[in-house]
């Protein structure tokens, strides 16, 4: 069974940073031969795409966090990260991290963590 365990959430005053981590309980070529993806879901609404990670693909960031946040991975530690910088209240909601298909679109997605909270205050 493949787990996708979130942590480094918590919270902050806008304008600081936080790294989010998502560590793979895989073998090392889980991260590396698929879409990585980060979602949110803030208190009262729709969970919404964050940012994806893939071999030989361009790196995507919702308008929203362009600029602010940045996606990587580290596929010796079998790790997935978001750095946030720039926080605002609005990026408040507990962060999702995501496994897609191998071989399919980012937005097929096959895992899913169970999240870390980011409450930011203005």
């Known amino acids: 069974q493949v787990q996708l365990v979130e942590s480094g959430g918590g919270s902050v005053q806008a304008g600081g940073s936080l790294k989010l981590s998502c560590v793979v309980s895989?073998?090392?070529?889980?991260?590396?031969?698929?879409?990585m993806n980060w979602f949110r879901q803030p208190p009262g609404k729709e969970r919404e795409w964050v940012a994806s990670i893939d071999s030989g693909r361009p790196i995507l960031y919702a308008d929203s966090v362009k600029g602010r946040f940045a996606i990587s991975r580290d596929n010796a530690k079998k790790t997935l990260y978001l750095k946030m910088d720039s926080l605002k209240p609005d990026d408040t909601a507990m962060y999702y991290c995501?496994?897609?298909?191998?071989?399919?679109?980012?937005?097929?997605?096959?895992?899913w963590g169970q999240g870390t909270q980011v409450t930011v205050s203005s």
């Open positions: 995501a496994a897609s298909r191998v071989g399919g679109d980012c937005s097929n997605v096959d895992y």
């Open positions: 895989s073998d090392l070529k889980f991260l590396s031969s698929r879409c």
